[in-house]
């Protein structure tokens, strides 16, 4: 019975990630209409990528129910999730689609689990304590992106963004009109678009054209015309284009902020 459970709160990590990339026009990003700013990727290899993810998905709830948040669980969700960035190189051929996710979904998937939890604010607060908790387990002498924009312009990306408890999911669900329609959830893209340091454009640019695209982002979302109809919004495309630019990053949060909003 509570089998069921893991494999269940798997699905839905998955169901989301498949709902992030077809909610389509994400400037920048893949999606059903255009691959954005990739030419390596599409939608069908980030759904092969997704269907990927189950099995790592599944075995950090198996391992994280009723577990303490202690330095115990945090290093086995880290073995788990390296094993789980192996399963996603093999099913893309070497791609990376999903690595980020794998971090915060995978979190938030232990976290639920170790807590028997559904709320929110729990939830986020104990992937910060996770998250904190330090891994001895992590391979020296890769040099990631994340780490090279780090050393470059002090910003902390994915791990920041959870070692935070992750302010821009929290940010991006506190936009809640009376409907959750699709310009709802455009927008709280474009909040994401707007305060995130997604460490994905950085190292393919600079600091100043994320400020930028942080900028042209808030000037969309705090207008109140519909986003799809806002002409800033075909400059945002465009930017992005420009910059060859990808908000990988907050393609994650925003996967991972449809996926808290459907537990409930
Ligand atoms: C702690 C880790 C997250 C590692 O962190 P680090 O920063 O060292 O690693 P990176 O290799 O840079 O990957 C981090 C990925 O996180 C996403 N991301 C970036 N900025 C943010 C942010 N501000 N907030 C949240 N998430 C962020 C991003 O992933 C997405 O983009 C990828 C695709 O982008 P693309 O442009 O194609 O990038 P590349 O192919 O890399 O380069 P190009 O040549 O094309 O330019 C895709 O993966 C998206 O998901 C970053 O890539 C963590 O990973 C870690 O330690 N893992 C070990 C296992 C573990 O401990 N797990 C425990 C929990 S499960
Ligand atoms: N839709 C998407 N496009 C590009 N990178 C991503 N990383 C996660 N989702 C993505």
Redesign the pocket.
Known sequence: MIETKFLQLAQQGIKALKWEVSFSPKPGLVDAVSNG??S??DIELFYKSADSLLN?FED?ARISYHHPIDLEL?EM??????L??QDMFKATDG?????????????L??VISSQQTLDMETILLGAKR??RLP?KF?PDG?L???????QKYS????????QNGFP?ISLAMAYQPQKDDFDTWLRRLLILYAN??????V??SNLQTLYDFQKLSSKIVTNSVKVIDNPEFIKLQNFTREYNI?P??????FAASYFLKQLN
Not at 144 to 150: F, N, R
Not at 155 to 162: P, S
Not at 196 to 201: G, L
């Open positions: 700013s990739h390596d990727m790592g950090m945090r969700i880290g073995h788990i999730g390296r789980t960035e791609i990376n689609t999903h690595k980020g996710a794998i971090w915060s979904l995978g979190l998937i232990s996770l998250s891994d992590v890769q990631t992106h994340g780490m090279v924009t780090h910003i902390n990306g994915a791990k920041g963004e959870a821009n995130v340091n997604d460490t994905n454009i190292y393919r990808s990988g990053g907050c393609a994650d949060l």
